[in-house]
């Protein structure tokens, strides 16, 4: 995090501009000196012109031969190191302003991901907070370049929206390091399947936090994190921890109940279907995606929400009501709007039939 309220000189000398003024004062030539230090001379020479630092080894020699303490010159060399250090990190940030303007950063502030502010310098600055990396260069390495495949193994190079969708995925991070979670069970994930089917079809009011439960404590991170501009993602399915946990991120684009429980129990599939080391981005052009398995992680949602044999069935009943729908929700154990979700997609029936059962989600962070 930025430090705040500590001072920061505009300009600090280097420790040899001191010290050539003391052997003035002295009237210590800069080999006299040396001698009495026993440093060769280049080397007393190379810290009088500022281009070499005062060693600990160096302090107290001096503190021998000048009678100073050898803290006063090891302070002084780290005030100029660090502002020296400060001056790149400007440049660096000075750099990064380009960058910084490629961001929904005013969406981000909006939510609380970042403070809010007009300068691009502390855009780029609070970017680079959020992200946790020294450098704009190094979000380029990670999310562009795949330098670290063990936390992120895709690239968003050939993505249209890269900034805001690794804006997005960073917020999922954030998300998931607050929660602590038991050790992974494909086992005990497969078992609450039932459950997680069950709260579906009934979608009570905590419907969220009921299928986040399930999902933790079979060692599964689930959280909502909401939609950035040109972030047209619907949701993520992934491994995090040195790929020890899996996360799904869901953003509700659509906020429908029906794209809400298909895209959940799309990632389910994901992560029960898949390898550890795949990542999974719905509705998002990438580089690495691959049909078969999205289709297979498709066919896993299918038979968990409305399967086509219970579509199938339905489609036999001429002129179907709502009425007719409802008790097939019932007795398919789902909910009404996946039947209808579903037949509005085939084009089986209008868009203005059974619009009650399209529930818009409504979800904070918090879930």
């Keep these: 995090m930025t430090v705040k309220n500590e001072y920061n000189p505009q300009i600090v000398s280097h420790p040899g501009l001191g010290l050539r003024e003391k052997l003035e004062e002295l009237q210590m030539s800069p080999k006299e000196f040396a001698v009495r230090c026993n440093k060769p001379v280049k080397t007393i020479s190379e810290v009088l012109n500022g281009k070499s630092a005062i060693t600990p080894d160096m302090a ?10 050898a803290k006063f010159w090891l302070k002084r060399q780290y005030n100029y190191d660090e502002f020296v250090a400060r001056s790149n990190r400007q440049e660096t940030i000075e750099g990064a302003t380009d960058w910084a303007r490629l961001f929904p950063y005013a969406d981000m502030a909006k939510k609380g991901w970042v403070p809010k502010t007009s300068r691009v310098e502390e855009k780029a600055e609070h970017l680079m907070e959020y992200f946790s990396f020294s450098s704009h260069i190094s979000w380029e390495k990670f999310y562009m370049k ?15 929206t890269p900034h805001a969708l690794s804006a997005w995925l960073r917020r999922g991070d954030i998300q998931a390091q607050a929660i602590e979670a038991p050790e992974y069970s494909a086992k005990a994930l497969r078992a609450v399947l039932p459950q997680l089917k069950a709260i579906m079809a009934k979608q009570p009011d905590d419907f969220f936090q009921q299928a986040q ?3 933790l404590g079979a060692g ?3 959280v909502y994190t909401p939609c950035l501009p040109k972030a047209p993602i619907n949701g993520v399915a992934r491994w995090i921890e040195n790929n020890t946990t899996p996360l799904i991120q869901l953003s509700c684009r659509q906020k429908r109940n029906d794209v809400f429980w298909f895209s959940f129990f799309h990632e389910l599939g994901h992560i029960l279907l898949h390898g550890r080391k795949d990542i999974f981005l719905e509705n998002v052009e990438y580089e690495g995606f691959d049909a078969e398995k999205e289709a297979a992680a498709d066919a896993f949602a299918i038979a968990w929400t409305f ?14 009501t709502t009425d007719d729908i409802v008790v097939y929700a019932e007795k398919f154990q789902t909910h009404p709007a996946m039947i209808i979700g579903r037949l509005q997609k085939k084009e089986v029936i209008h868009y203005s039939v059974g619009r009650a059962f399209i529930v818009k989600i409504k979800l904070d962070e918090a879930g």
């Design 146 to 160: 795949s330098e670290l495949k063990a936390s992120f193994r895709i690239s968003l190079a050939h993505t249209n």
């Design 213 to 215: 439960a399930l999902c």
């Design 307 to 320: 399967s086509e044999k219970q579509e199938t069935e339905v489609m036999k009943k001429n002129r179907l």
């Design 60 to 69: 107290v020699q001096f503190e021998n031969v000048l009678h100073i303490p």
């Design 220 to 222: 599964l991170k689930l």
